[in-house]
């Protein structure tokens, strides 16, 4: 069917006659079409949510911007080649070979041209292709769904005539026609695969189901709707769009039906106990039963030193979170014979007066290790605190001095966490040494420090964050793989090498309320040879590692 910019009406939806202007406004004398910017419009949403997707997956979004602005001309030319290659007898100039702005353009020509650029640009930038690919894929099929409306607005892509209640009627040429709207046909089936994408794998990371998943949903949809349209290319006396289709689901299924099959087999392949393929669940690391042992062994220290050590704990304002860690820090310290003294200040606390009770700690010689629980109120700087803290009573390991021995490899006193979890490492018997460690998270609290200790025992560190490229690809490095970075159950199994020791040092609230750390511990376990729950693992050895910096701080000053 011809172009024809009459009247439209829906019967069906009780519109009637509604008039459609192609131009939407004229700038310097040439005017603007609303299909290119309705197409613009779902490129740039596309663009935008593709960016966010990669940066949850671990890849640089930055790049995902950089290849679609790449991608992105190249599968226009090649959609408007594939539409001219086969009506070439219909052009009589150049200028209506190259006039996009009128129609006439094929969308498989830029699947194909635009996953030509997609490998290429991969290659060269060694950039994990199927995760790309899943990347984009939600944004493609988002931009579908809403371009489709471009071409409504130019009166193509419509079907076959029809009696049907939701028909649309054609008034061209004074003629009344009832017709199938495809368009809104293929709009609505490529928003049901979009939102059905992102619900089926939200949180869950793939390697390229969610991209073969798009091209079988797409091609399945095109095949039937693309039945129904008289504007179709054909070869001889089949339509193009209906053959690709075909093809696409039948690919789509058996790459679908192969990775599922790898999915459920690698668990079995790459089990660490035997390699017999029989199911594997990793050793759990029992933090509770370490500190356990921990406290013992520091009560019976603690019972031969000539004085108790004393900790003071100052606690500003009412954090309910600080209250109840503050609480359970005084009972750990009574279970070993630590002298406690809190001190609970109003949130209107000063800076002033708050530096003048840490110079009093420092100066009163019955106080081993000083403690300024943290967050403290908006209105207080934390940095001049902790310099403020004697350092040798600096049981957090956070002063400037404690920090660069840390780095030198000379130091008392370690950060608590880092510390809890080389006594998890050493005390579950891991070899550091030769070791390929990764870190993910670079606080200044668990990443560097933990980083810093790795080294310091000989293992071959990497320190990931949020800017790393291809995330899972250096995951699945590790011997050693220790999590802080606050998001739940982020790491997920096929970013674990088989055998891997993995330590989750996060402590997350699960959608559903529930306790959870930054691995998904029940899939992660089911391939890690050794792995610490949440709760239970990383947390109990935080409070027992400043138990053991206050004593030590208290035989540096009474030495």
Not at 88 to 116: P, R
Not at 193 to 207: A, N, P, S, T
């Amino acid at each position: 069917m011809p172009h024809g910019y009459g009247a439209i009406s829906f019967p069906g939806l009780g519109i009637y006659d509604l008039e459609i202007n192609r131009v939407a406004f004229s700038v310097f004398g040439k005017d603007i079409y609303w299909y290119g910017i309705i197409i613009a419009t779902g490129f740039f949403l596309g663009v935008m949510l593709a960016a966010g997707l990669a940066k949850r997956s671990g890849i640089d979004p930055d790049r995902i911007i950089d290849l679609t602005l790449i991608a992105t001309p190249v599968a226009i030319i090649g959609a408007r080649a594939y539409y001219v290659l086969t009506t070439l007898g219909e052009y009589d100039s150049f200028y209506e070979v190259i006039a996009i702005w009128n129609g006439g353009i094929a969308i498989y020509g830029a699947i194909i041209a635009g996953l030509a650029v997609i490998l290429i640009y991969c290659r060269v930038k060694k950039l994990p292709l199927m995760r790309v690919l899943d990347c984009l894929a939600p944004a493609v099929i988002l931009g579908q769904a809403i371009g489709r409306w471009g071409n409504f607005i130019n009166q193509e892509a419509f079907g076959e005539v029809c009696d049907l209640p939701w028909r649309m009627e054609l008034v061209i040429g004074g003629e009344v026609t009832a017709v199938h709207p495809t368009f809104l046909y293929e709009s609505l089936w490529n928003a049901v695969g979009f939102v059905l994408l992102l619900i089926i794998f939200r949180g869950k990371k793939r390697d390229g189901q969610v991209f073969w998943s798009y091209m079988g949903w797409y091609g399945f949809g095109r095949f039937f709707i693309e039945g129904l349209r008289v504007d179709s290319l054909y070869v001889g006396t089949f339509r193009i769009s209906q053959i690709v289709a075909v093809a696409a689901v039948a690919v789509s299924l058996v790459m679908l039906l192969k990775k599922n099959k790898h999915v459920k087999d690698e668990p079995a392949k790459e089990a660490v106990a035997g390699g017999d393929g029989s199911e594997h669940m990793a050793k759990i690391i029992d933090g509770k039963a370490i500190s356990a042992d921990i406290r013992k062994e520091l009560a019976k220290e603690v019972a031969g030193m000539k004085k108790a050590p004393g900790l003071a704990v100052v606690l500003v304002g009412d954090d309910p979170g600080s209250q109840i860690y503050v609480r359970n820090k005084g009972k750990a310290c009574g279970e070993v014979g630590i002298s406690v003294r809190e001190y609970k200040l109003p949130t209107e606390t000063t800076q002033d007066e708050l530096m003048g009770l840490v110079a009093t700690l420092n100066a009163d010689p019955e106080v081993n290790g000083i403690l300024v629980q943290t967050p403290l109120p908006k209105h207080l700087d934390p940095g001049p605190v902790t310099e403020e803290i004697d350092e040798k009573k600096d049981v957090d390991a956070f002063h400037p001095a404690n920090v660069g021995r840390i780095m030198l490899g000379s130091y008392t006193f370690v950060p608590c966490t880092p510390a809890g979890v080389m006594e998890l490492l050493d005390r579950t018997g891991v070899t550091i040494e030769g070791k390929e460690c990764v870190v993910v998270g670079r606080s200044n609290i668990v990443g560097k420090p933990q980083a810093m200790l790795l080294m310091h025992r000989n293992g071959t560190v990497t320190v990931c964050h949020s800017k790393t490229i291809d995330l899972p690809a250096v995951t699945r490095r590790a011997d050693i793989l220790i999590v802080a970075i606050g998001k739940p159950k982020f790491i997920t199994a096929d970013m674990v090498k088989a055998g891997a020791v993995v330590i989750d040092v996060g402590m997350n609230r699960s959608v559903d309320g529930k306790l959870c750390g930054d691995v998904d511990f029940e899939e992660v376990a089911k391939k890690a040879s050794a792995i610490t729950p949440v709760p239970g693992g990383v947390g109990p050895m935080t409070i027992t590692m400043l138990l053991k910096n206050t004593i030590a701080a208290a035989k540096l000053q009474q030495a």
